[in-house]
């Protein structure tokens, strides 16, 4: 088992240790607002500011390699989404060989969301480190369903299949360039997580009955189809390409682990 002297972690909820609840709290904390709806607060079931009941996954690899769950690194960095400027211009840099950089609701390519897209998380990562990636640091990355849900939202039609799937490979190209510029700093060891099933989410039943009609089937259907497109973009096109510079990848497949209900197959681990 290889020994990393780090753990830094990119995303969006699924890896996100508190980056967004953080956020979330400071904006409750100003005049006239109110925590933002859907916020992961333990009122809800949530723990410590995770998208989940529990660590997560990358929590769990990171304590398992360097004996440390992952830190939220907010303020750092943090751009206000409307003026453009830091919301904290002398946070100084984040300490630590356990930083996450993942916000919940992250997209590899900025959409509407307030919280930073890859290109902005990785940006804020290398001035934490002043440039210099770790290479005995180990990298994981978990980013694009959030992505994939814009182009097949539950409460509207998906966006026709060929404009889709050239975003897509605008995500891919944009994950690659991205990590290409950690490998090009200083990374070495990069583990990127496959992309889910999106349509596992509940809320592609719009009425809750428990049966997906014709038109919510339609978005369900086009929710995976685009799911395993652009897992297969990274798959077959943005880990090979990182090999190529050097990199060491794992690519750990999700979508063959779990069924569209969002359960664990068994057989899958085998």
Not at 108 to 122: C, F, N, S
Request: contains cysteine.
């Amino acid at each position: 088992v290889m020994a990393y002297t780090a753990v830094y972690v990119f995303g969006d909820s699924l890896v996100d240790c508190g980056n967004a609840l953080d956020l979330a709290e400071w904006y409750d904390g100003l005049p006239l607002q109110d925590l933002p709806e859907g916020a992961p607060t333990e009122e809800l079931g949530y723990f410590k500011g995770r998208f989940s009941n529990g660590y997560t996954f990358t929590d769990l690899v990171s304590n398992k390699a360097i004996g440390l769950v992952s830190e939220p690194v907010f303020p750092y960095e943090f751009e206000d989404p409307w003026l453009g400027i830091p919301i904290d211009p002398f946070e100084g840099d984040p300490d630590g060989n356990n930083l996450n950089f993942a916000y919940g609701g992250a997209h590899i390519r900025q959409g509407d969301e307030v919280v930073p897209d890859l290109d902005m998380q990785t940006d804020a990562f290398r001035d934490a480190v002043d440039g210099g990636a770790p290479p005995g640091g180990l990298y994981l990355v978990t980013a694009g369903g959030n992505d994939i849900r814009d182009l097949a939202p539950t409460g509207s039609n998906p966006v026709a299949e060929a404009d889709a799937h050239a975003e897509l490979q605008r995500c891919a190209d944009e994950l690659f360039e991205e990590l290409a510029q950690l490998v090009d700093h200083g990374a070495v060891n990069l583990c990127i997580n496959g992309i889910p099933d999106v349509r596992a989410i509940p809320h592609y039943d719009r009425d809750g009955d428990g049966v997906l009609n014709a038109t919510e089937q339609l978005r369900s259907d086009a929710a995976t189809a685009y799911s395993i497109y652009l897992d297969t973009l990274i798959r077959t096109e943005v880990v090979p390409a990182l090999q190529a510079l050097g990199a060491t990848v794992t690519y750990v497949p999700v979508m063959d682990y779990v069924d569209a209900g969002g359960q664990l197959v068994t057989g899958a681990l085998s």
